[in-house]
T-cell receptor, first 113, second 111 residues
Framework: DTAVSQTPKYLVTQMGNDKSIKCEQNLGHDTMYWYKQDSKKFLKIMFSYNNKELIINETVPNRFSPKSPDKAHLNLHINSLELGDSAVYFC????????????FGPGTRLTVT | EDKVVQSPLSLVVHEGDTVTLNCSYEVTNFRSLLWYKQEKKAPTFLFMLTSSGIEKKSGRLSSILDKKELSSILNITATQTGDSAIYLCNAGGTSYGKLTFGQGTILTVHP
């Protein structure tokens, strides 16, 4: 069973388009995250949700809008895609909103052309 | 703003060597430091160190937290080619949901 799953795994799109990435975890965790990993492999937190409530928004452009319909899902919608949005996006979950072991999804490689 | 710095950024060794990776942190109300290994896909958890658990060991990997120096080391003894990966360190305090990652150390182990 996959603990944290993301779809799609690859996404190639043109500038200006709107796209969504879905994330689901079956671990029963209360906290979920979105991270962006750039070409230099630097992993930067974007959003944290605890029990469907946003708890961290790390100065991400408002073109990025997370949505958590329930504790097991955290989706990421991106409007008006830009070249600089090209990266790998990881979803993660953890048992605790305080610093704790995180389980990462396989990542979504987004390429904006 | 919280800050986590890892060194070296990259390291190339031969099988059998011992390596030490460093992670220093500046985190408000520090609570935990975690190490992850990232091979081709997602990071996977290695260790979590806190004020009450400053040393962890699993097989050839071990990690120590130095609360005075605000740093941690990850040691890998008798390295194998399968240890080739990016090693990530992150740290957080008492703010919910906030974790800061370091830049990572790219370890390459040659046969």
């Amino acid at each position: 069973d996959t603990a944290v799953s993301q779809t799609p795994k690859y996404l190639v799109t043109q500038m200006g388009n709107d796209k969504s990435i879905k994330c689901e975890q079956n671990l029963g965790h209360d906290t979920m995250y979105w991270y962006k990993q750039d070409s230099k492999k630097f992993l930067k937190i974007m959003f944290s949700y605890n029990n469907k409530e946003l708890i961290i928004n790390e100065t991400v452009p408002n073109r990025f809008s997370p949505k958590s319909p329930d504790k097991a899902h955290l989706n990421l919608h991106i409007n008006s895609l830009e070249l600089g949005d090209s990266a790998v996006y990881f979803c993660a979950s953890s048992q605790d909103p305080l610093p704790y072991e995180q389980y990462f999804g396989p990542g979504t490689r987004l390429t904006v052309t | 703003e919280d800050k986590v710095v890892q060194s070296p950024l990259s390291l190339v060794v031969h099988e059998g060597d011992t390596v030490t990776l460093n992670c220093s942190y500046e985190v408000t109300n520090f609570r935990s430091l975690l190490w992850y290994k990232q091979e081709k896909k997602a990071p996977t958890f290695l260790f979590m160190l806190t004020s009450s658990g400053i040393e962890k060991k699993s097989g050839r990997l071990s990690s120590i937290l130095d609360k005075k120096e605000l740093s941690s080391i990850l040691n890998i003894t008798a390295t194998q080619t399968g240890d080739s990966a990016i090693y990530l360190c992150n740290a957080g305090g008492t703010s919910y949901g906030k974790l800061t990652f370091g830049q990572g150390t790219i370890l390459t182990v040659h046969p």
